[in-house]
């Protein structure tokens, strides 16, 4: 192996540790996000969306940089590019770097998962609460708000200006 593959495959083993790096505080910041949302604290839960972006950004940066790393040991091995893959790639470096890219691909693709699953635990408690708040405000509505304002006749009722639990008058 050249020395300028043996420089790329060691940079591509570095970004892939920094992409991993980056999946965990996004992973983290998902572990908190289901906390804040189940104690209900809005600011909390903005300041941790804050913290959800930057993960996200600087993951696809880092995804960025990756694919240009890919593209440059693409060039330098001269293989196809249409299905290249980290698993593609692990014959052409020396053993070290093969169980380096190995463990890498390994340990992003598991937090990766994980990432997914809790997101998706998270999408479900927020579709939940806010069934539940949606419901709650119905009930509200239907407590505070008049019941039928018109007669079958078209006209307008008067005097049916109290909601149906809770009255103005006494």
């Given at each position: ?10 940079s ?9 790096e980056?999946?965990?505080k996004?992973?983290?910041s ?14 909390e ?7 959800k ?16 790393l ?7 091995l001269?293989?196809?590019r ?20 190995e463990e ?15 997101s ?16 709650s405000i119905?009930?509200l ?16 009722k ?9 009255s103005?008058?006494g």
């Amino acid at each position: 192996m050249n020395n300028e593959l043996h420089s790329l495959y060691d940079s591509l083993v570095s970004v892939l540790r920094k992409e991993i790096e980056v999946y965990k505080k996004l992973y983290d910041s998902l572990l908190n996000e289901r906390e804040i949302l189940s104690g209900s604290c809005v600011n909390e839960l903005y300041e941790n969306n804050s913290r959800k972006e930057t993960c996200i950004l600087k993951a696809k940066m880092v995804k960025d940089v990756r694919a240009k790393l890919l593209e440059k040991i693409i060039y330098a091995l001269n293989i196809d590019r249409r299905d290249i893959r980290l698993t593609t790639l692990l014959p052409h470096g020396d053993d070290s770097q093969k169980r380096e890219l190995e463990e890498c691909r390994s340990n992003l693709l598991s937090i990766l998962i994980n990432v997914n699953e809790l997101s998706k635990k998270n999408k479900a408690l927020l579709v939940s609460s806010l069934f539940y708040v949606r419901k709650s405000i119905d009930f509200l509505g239907q407590a505070i708000s008049p019941g039928v304002t018109y007669m079958n006749t078209g006209r307008l009722k008067a005097n049916n200006v109290n909601g149906k639990i809770v009255s103005k008058e006494g």
